[in-house]
């Protein structure tokens, strides 16, 4: 079983969306939209930064551009109380992981279904994966409140130089599963530089295979039908599929 004994602590995250989205949520009027993507790298939730809001902004702004907002986007910064967290940067979890992957192979196989298979930019299967193991704690009377873990960039290009172990946009994300521990929310007040492209979103716009398949009319890759791309981890919902590097 996962590991909670430490986690019942809190932590700030970060969620990026339109700005009318934004105070909507913080003047009470509306909700965080729960994300229900079938490829959510962290399985169903809120998503959030951690500690990072400069992600947040890069985030927003390049989701404003992809999908044409017609507007500015805003961040806003959540106290979030982890509480019983699911969280991969301990080992044992990530054994815990591993586990329950063999055990969810294993009942689809009996079940005669074939497993879900990740793409480059969205996580089917680690979805599936984390869904199967939320449930199968559930049962077990352990109700998981939030998950957590480390995105890094494996492309070369995302590395500071060769060879090394420092990545651009390396960073955390939080999966919050129950609302409740969402806190306190706010708006956050940009930075020098932030909310404001500087070019990499624009590059990254640039490079994206499906929004290149989408202005050529072509559609989107085969591999990638079910849902949107985003080379970060996805998470957000449908309505306003901001936040943690959602889709």
Known sequence: MPRFEDYHRTVIGYHGTRRSVALEIVQGNRAFSYSRNKDDWLGHGIYFWEHAPQQAWWWAER????????????????MIRLGNCFDLLDPYNVTYLEEIFRAYEEDERDAGR????????????DCAV??????????????????????VPTGKDKRVWKRSWIARQAHIQICVRNPEYILGTWLVKPAKGEGVDDGEA??????????????????????????????????????????????
């Open 202 to 247: 624009t590059q990254e716009i640039a490079r994206d295979p499906d929004v290149a398949q989408d202005q050529a009319g072509g559609g989107k890759p085969q591999a990638d039908v079910e849902g949107g791309a985003d080379p970060t981890p996805r998470g957000g919902g449908t309505d306003d599929p901001g936040g943690g590097g959602s889709g």
């Open 130 to 151: 984390f869904q199967y193991a939320y449930a199968t704690l559930e049962v077990a009377g352990q109700k998981i409140d939030s998950s957590r873990a480390v995105y």
């Open 114 to 125: 074939p497993l879900p298979e990740n793409a480059n930019n969205h996580k089917y299967l």
């Open 63 to 78: 989701r404003r551009r992809r999908r044409k907002w017609d507007e500015e986007v805003a961040v806003l910064g959540s």
